[in-house]
């Protein structure tokens, strides 16, 4: 029974994580529309605390977790929840301003790029890091958006569905583990 269970869970965890996948494109494929990207601050040290900006265009190893777990605010699937949609807004604000200001940053500073590239790169990996870490996170102020001014009907589709399929499975994966952990886990009561 503990191989079987094994062995299905393997393959619950690969059915989720394609669910996942899926349901990403589809919301990646939605657009953000204009009145969004106008809602936003000019500045990204309006979305996120300033120490947080200067860590994620700094260089050196950063986990977004450890950090929140050291701030005073702590770390649940909320607080995840909210610090995602506080990143990906700051990546859209990074995004504009890129567009706007790319020549002239660029003449005035050839690294300018590299560095913005950086940034962007480890705003991501924070992003998939607290995704990871919640997997059956909700979603964030950008899906929310995207998914409400979405007029492709297919898109939608793809995304409810999988979503649901997500959750069901992160459901079932959960009820595996504790299935798992109590056949495996040592028996107190047994007499030796």
């Known amino acids: 029974i503990l191989r079987m269970l094994v062995s299905n869970r393997e393959d619950l965890q690969s059915a989720h994580q394609k669910c996942y996948d899926i349901n990403k494109q589809a919301v990646s494929s939605m657009t953000v529309s204009s009145s969004y990207l106008q809602r936003l601050p000019k500045h990204a ?45 700051v990546l859209l604000i990074w995004e504009q301003r890129s567009r706007e200001n790319s020549l002239s940053r660029m003449v005035r500073d050839p690294r300018w790029f590299g560095k ?29 958006h995207k998914i409400g001014v979405n007029e492709d009907i297919s898109l ?3 995304e409810a569905y999988s979503r649901m399929l997500e959750a069901q499975a992160f459901r079932v994966l959960r009820v595996l583990d504790v299935l798992l952990q109590g056949l495996t886990a040592p028996k107190s009561d047994e007499v030796p």
């Open 45 to 89: 040290k309006l979305v996120v605390k300033r120490q947080l900006i200067e860590i994620l265009t700094g260089a050196g190893s950063f986990s977004i977790v450890a950090w929140m777990k050291q701030q005073e605010e702590g770390y649940d699937r909320l607080k995840a929840t909210q610090m995602t949609s506080d990143l990906e807004d």
């Open 156 to 158: 939608a589709y793809i």
């Open 116 to 144: 913005y590239e950086r940034s962007r790169s480890r705003v991501e990996r924070a992003i998939r890091e607290l995704r990871d870490g919640w997997p059956d996170m909700g979603v964030t102020r950008v899906e929310e």
